[in-house]
Structures are given as structure tokens and as C-alpha cells.
């Protein structure tokens, strides 16, 4: 069944003035989003490149927010010209962040404290501070120190250089924040393990082969944790006592696993050699295979949107997968495509000629590689949540320069819906990060010599007039 025809936006928002919508909060907010996608579609829209900055400094972007100066400085990207929330004070090279994320309290839940419905930043230091940072004032509204036997490389995770221990995995509770614990993960007892992360109460452990083991978290603190810690506490440790969260003594490795806990899903391999977050068992068709002859590989991972759905991404075309019932056996399960983005190329593979010693002209069949940089080429797919959109940014090597756009697609049956091409060059030999936020687009570069810019778009009307962009440096 195919896409049916929606109210145009006149139409909503005549329904709206009149009070044709329930009264719920959550209703409104959705008739406001599906305003604003029809606006983001419509032909007459555009995106205009509206100012551009430069730093010596990582960029990053959360929310409407962008970061400069190792989450120093705030710059909001909402007004039409750069705008300054906040700039923290300066601080010494081991003082700064290295890396944050951003904490938002969830949807419908009643929380113990006034100030947990606010956004904050959960961002590591280069010494080991874990600090909560208001999100709108840059107020520093906690401090945790986590340790000094490891080195913490990003926010609840490290990367130890003590053998055998692989990792360490710092773990807390949020809304209200508590400490769970510190994790260790050792190859005396996984064997010989190449990464570790934590996901919805599970424990993922991986393997070089590809193999891939899952443990419940919750069994695992049940049987090896060595002892509760509460952060601010005063506590005893290896004949050492101190305050747990505070320098110097930090928080010690509570939850040491002596033995292999019980499987929480099981063991399964994973395809080696391939760079994939997903694995997908007990499926006919389960081994998913992109047909592609490329130099860099494909990805594949579930579908952000908790559909269910699987999003498999190669050079040259973005399949989304379903995972449904078979139709004789309720519990067995098939992958099957629900739709096909497919970039849009030209068939250059050609029939050279040559000319052999004695005369013959002998035809010599050519097959480009299906990321070739002169043919279009998919290099980032994101779904932006609030309009349902699928963004898929494509790329194409002209002359010396490749040039890029960020299409819209349907994400319920994949159509085109919106293209928007990007003023400046992308150089594939860069690293890039493009993000979709309502009616705004961002572009994040990385150049040679530590040369970060930020390209910030936002939906205008179609006027005709050429407005000059600004630029600044940070």
C-alpha cells in the first residue's frame, strides 16, 4: 500500500486555530512537527548557508547547541547569527574535557528533584573528573572523581594498559545520578576479548573471530560485586580509606568477575573482518551480503526509529530491512527488504580497446568500484526523530572537488522528498559529520593541521535575494 495523501499545511493550521485537536500536550506537539516537516518538503524551501566558522579546537553539536574549545565555549545555533550562551573560565591542559555527552531527563517520568528536568552535559576531563555541567549556564553542578589506577578515555569508559585487564567500564544510574559501580574486564577470564560496552542491561563482549557474547548486567552485579558504593561516602578499600567520588581516592573496582557468568541471549558469530554493530540470529535470510565492490566497507545497524527495522548501508544504496514472522511458524523469523534508496548513477562501466603486438584489437571489459569518487556515493544516513525523516548525505568527485547534498527520504516508505546541495566542497579525505535538527543542517569538517569548520544551514524562504554569509573563528 502506498503513501495516502496528507492536509497541506494551510489546512492543519486552520484546524489547529479552531481547536479541532485534543487538548493533550503530545498531540499539539506532534500536529506542530508534521506542520513544520511539510514546510521542511515543500519545493519552495530552501536551506541556506547562513554563517560558517573556523576552530583549532574538536567542534561538536548537541541539540540545538554547538561546542567549541573542548565544550568551553557555547554557541547557540538557533538564531540567524552566531549567538554566545556561555564561555567557561580558562583551565590547564590536564583540567580539560575530552569528551561529554548530553543528559535530558526522559519523557513522562515524575523525577525526585526540580533540577533533573534540566539538561546537562556528562563530560570527562583529561584527569579523570566526571563532571555534571549545566547545559544553558555552564555551571559545573558536580564533580566525581573516577580513578587513578586507569585512564578514562570517554564518558563511562577507558581503555586500560594494565595487562590482562582489557577495560574498565565505569557505570552509574541517572534521574537521580547514583553510582552502580566500576567493572573490570579481564582476558583471564573472557579469554581473548577485543572490546566490551554496556546496552540496556546487557553486557556485549567481542572477539577478533567475530564471535560475540551477551551477559545480563544485572546477574553479573548480583554475583560479583564485592561491595555497594554510594558517591560522597566515606569508604574502606585495600586498607585505605577515603571518599568515594573525591580525589584522591576515587572510585575502587567494586565489580571484579571471577568465573563466566551465565549467558543472558547467548554466543553468535558475527561476519569476521566487516565492520558491523548488529547480529542477526535464528532469521532465514539472517546473513545479510551488500553487493558492492568497494575499497571501504558497509555498515549495518538497527533502525534509531525502535521500529524494529534494520538499516543496512553500502556505496550506492541504503536497504531497510524488517524482521517479521514466517508465515507458517510463529516462531521463526525472515529478514526481508521493506524499501531500497539507490544512488543516483550512470553506468560508466566501458569497453576498452587495445591493439595487440600482431594487430588484433582485442575489447577489454572495465568495472569501476562501487565507491568510485567520480559516481555518487553515500557516505552518512541519519533519521531525524521529530519530522520521521530519513537523511542521507550523497557525494560526488567533480573535477578537483567533490560536491555534496543531504536528500529527505519518507521513512516509512523511502521516497525522496527533499534534496539540498552543500555550498562547500567535501574532500572525502576528511572526516565529516553532517547533522539534521528540524530546520536545521550542520556540517562539521576536520581538516589537515587540526582545522575544524562548521557550516550551519537553516530553512529559509525562497526570496530571490543573495544575503551574505557570516563568518567567524573560535
Known sequence: ??????????????????????????????????????????????????????????????????????????????????????????????????????????????????????????????????????????????????????????????????????????????????????????????????????????????????LVKLYSFQTITEQFMQQKLDLGCACRWGGTTGTVGEAPFGI???????????????????????????????????????????????????????????????PNQVKVLKLTETENNSSQYQISEDFVILANRENKNENLFTVTASGRVVKKSFHLLDDDPEQETFKIVDYEDELDLLSVVAVTQIDAEGKAHLDFHCNEYGTLLKSIPLVESWDVTYSHEVYFDRDLVLHIEQKPNRVFSCYVYQMVCDTGEEEETINRSY
Open 252 to 314: 575502587p573496582c567494586n565489580i571484579k568477575i571471577t568465573g563466566l557468568p551465565a549467558y543472558f541471549l547467548g554466543r553468535y558469530n558475527a561476519t569476521p573482518n566487516r565492520d558491523q554493530d548488529l547480529v542477526v540470529f535464528i532469521a532465514k535470510n539472517g546473513i545479510q551480503e551488500m553487493e558492492c565492490c568497494s575499497l571501504e566497507s558497509d555498515w549495518i545497524y538497527f533502525h534509531p526509529d525502535a521500529s524494529g527495522r534494520i538499516i543496512h548501508v553500502g
Open 1 to 210: 500500500m502506498g503513501p495516502t495523501r496528507k492536509p497541506n499545511v494551510c489546512h492543519r493550521l486552520s484546524r489547529r486555530a479552531l481547536g479541532s485537536f485534543s487538548r493533550d500536550a503530545g498531540v499539539v506537539q506532534r500536529t506542530n512537527l508534521g506542520i513544520l516537516r511539510a514546510l521542511v518538503c515543500q519545493e519552495s524551501t530552501k536551506f541556506k548557508n547562513v554563517w560558517t566558522t573556523h576552530s583549532k579546537s574538536p567542534i561538536a553539536y548537541e541539540r540545538g547547541r554547538i561546542y567549541f574549545d573542548n565544550y568551553r565555549c557555547c554557541i547557540s545555533s538557533v538564531a540567524s547569527e552566531p549567538r554566545k550562551l556561555y564561555e567557561m573560565p580558562k583551565c590547564s591542559k590536564s583540567e580539560k574535557i575530552e569528551d561529554a555527552l548530553l543528559w535530558e531527563c526522559p519523557v513522562g517520568e515524575v523525577l525526585p528533584n526540580q533540577s533533573d528536568y534540566k539538561s546537562s552535559l556528562i563530560a570527562l576531563t583529561a584527569h579523570n573528573w566526571l563532571l555534571c555541567i549545566s547545559a544553558t549556564t555552564g555551571k559545573v553542578l558536580e564533580k566525581i572523581y573516577l580513578a587513578s589506577y586507569c585512564k578514562f578515555s570517554t564518558p563511562l569508559m577507558v581503555i586500560s594498559i594494565q595487562q590482562p585487564v582489557l577495560l574498565y567500564l565505569a557505570v552509574f544510574r541517572v534521574l537521580p545520578f547514583s553510582l552502580v559501580g566500576i567493572l573490570e574486564i579481564n582476558k583471564k577470564i573472557f579469554g581473548n576479548v577485543t572490546d566490551a560496552t554496556l546496552s540496556h542491561g546487557i553486557l556485549i563482549v567481542m572477539y577478533s573471530s567475530g
